[in-house]
């Protein structure tokens, strides 16, 4: 086993690729906004280039001469590999999910967070189509070795099935293009005959569940078989803006919308009122959803929360609650929860009515500040003994800003994990 050691410790590295034609060389691309060329005989980093953003997505042309990053500002790099300077940088208006080369590097392709998929010629960058793949995030594309075919994947599945019925039922547009017919001989004389056509219809996005979703429990409505598929998916609180947010399709029936997880410490949770407004982390791993999302949420439909807990030890428990609001800002967040079951115990309670505050705004009613002294937003009153923003620990710290549930054990230990996700009541 080997380990790579030389980006900042405090940001990861989202993406690496090899060296196409050697296998020596590995490139990483990290949040630390740099990208690092490594010889793996040594295990050491021989090159650092610095780059315009966090770094999240990195590929190689197919010669290994140009090293290609995009970054969270969906700005794409294409630096040289022997000078190690930016040859060109191309700012994208939406959503880069995924890069890659195509076998023959005269086509770069983008995938996007509206499922669409650019192809763009190369050098020159010109777009030469797009492809609309999915209803949801695309956020990965792969070419087989042939490059006959490339295949992408996205965050919501597309619907199968009853495509004969929607043939027959749904007037649609047709385009011959070819056909062909191969026969069988001498014993029997057998006609296959296949003919090939382009397809349009003004009902095919209807078919296909385009529209925008407002949460998880929409989202598996509309798409039945994204049921048991855990993921990142893309949601429309307001139906205006999109959110990337990760669903649980299988817990209790699923549609859940992930508003909070915590799991390894990568994310900071000591940050301001506007960061949790707005929301911070990626889906993937450790975040916030964000109050203003919440609240939208929580607003228009009735929800339930449910809130999954594990301490180090890896026992698990899980506490639900079948009322669930949080209102605007003017009225700071302010917290209604209620209806509790299940078999953490019922700590929440206490924070029902309670105001959020964070370390620049304290809305508690203690004298001193909940937000400050304990590192971390939360709905506190005289603080609380549920807490799932605190400081991450390494181990099962029993004392000072944690995260921690209470009555899961009736002690002020930190858990290894902890989420809340909600849906509106079925």
């Not at 004389?189 to 407002?214: A, E, F, I």
Request: aromatic share 12%.
């Amino acid at each position: 086993d080997s380990i790579f050691r030389g980006h900042a410790c405090s940001d990861s590295v989202d993406q690496l690729c090899w060296h196409p034609k050697n296998p020596d060389q590995l490139v990483t691309a990290s949040g630390d906004k740099t990208i690092r060329i490594w010889d793996a005989r040594t295990n050491r980093s021989v090159a650092t280039v610095n780059t315009k953003g966090e770094n999240i997505n990195i590929c190689r042309s197919p010669d290994g001469s140009t090293i290609t990053v995009n970054n969270k500002d969906d700005l794409i790099t294409f630096i040289d590999v022997r000078s190690h300077r930016s040859k060109v940088k191309e700012p994208f208006k939406f959503e880069v999910s995924e890069i890659s080369w195509n076998n023959d590097g005269d086509l770069f392709f983008l995938t996007s967070g509206q499922g669409s998929i650019s192809i763009l010629s190369y050098p020159d960058l010109k777009l030469q189509h797009t492809l609309n793949a999915h209803p949801a995030d695309c956020i990965c594309i792969e070419f087989d070795p042939k490059e006959k075919y490339f295949a992408t994947g996205s965050a919501d599945a597309l619907p199968y099935g009853n495509v004969e019925s929607l043939l027959k039922l749904t007037p649609w547009n047709w385009k011959h293009l070819n056909s062909s017919f191969k026969v069988d001989t001498p014993v029997t004389v057998d006609v296959s005959l296949t003919s090939h056509y382009r397809l349009t219809g003004k009902h095919l996005n209807k078919y296909l569940k385009l529209q925008k979703q407002r949460d998880c429990a929409s989202i598996l409505k509309a798409i039945p078989n994204t049921k048991g598929r855990n993921g990142v998916y893309t949601i429309y609180p307001d139906m205006t803006t999109k959110k990337l947010v990760y669903c649980d399709m299988t817990t209790d029936g699923g549609g859940w919308t992930v508003i909070q997880r915590r799991m390894d410490g990568s994310e900071k949770f000591d940050l301001s009122w506007q960061t949790y407004k707005d929301g911070f982390g990626k889906p993937q791993g450790e975040y916030w959803l964000g109050n203003e999302d919440i609240h939208l949420l929580t607003a228009r439909t009735s929800q339930e929360l449910r809130v999954d807990l594990q301490k180090f030890s890896g026992e698990k428990a899980y506490a639900k609650y079948s009322t669930f609001t949080v209102l605007s800002e003017s009225q700071k967040y302010k917290l209604t929860v209620g209806g509790y079951s299940g078999t953490a115990g019922n700590d929440l309670e206490y924070n029902n009515g309670g105001k959020f505050s964070t370390r620049d705004q304290d809305n508690d009613r203690w004298s001193k500040h909940c937000g400050v002294e304990f590192q971390g937003g939360w709905w506190f009153k005289q603080c609380t003994n549920a807490y799932l923003n605190g400081p991450y620990q390494k181990y099962a710290k029993t004392s000072g800003a944690i995260i921690v549930w209470y009555k899961f054990g009736n002690e002020h230990r930190a858990l290894k994990r902890a989420s809340m996700m909600i849906r509106p009541k079925i």
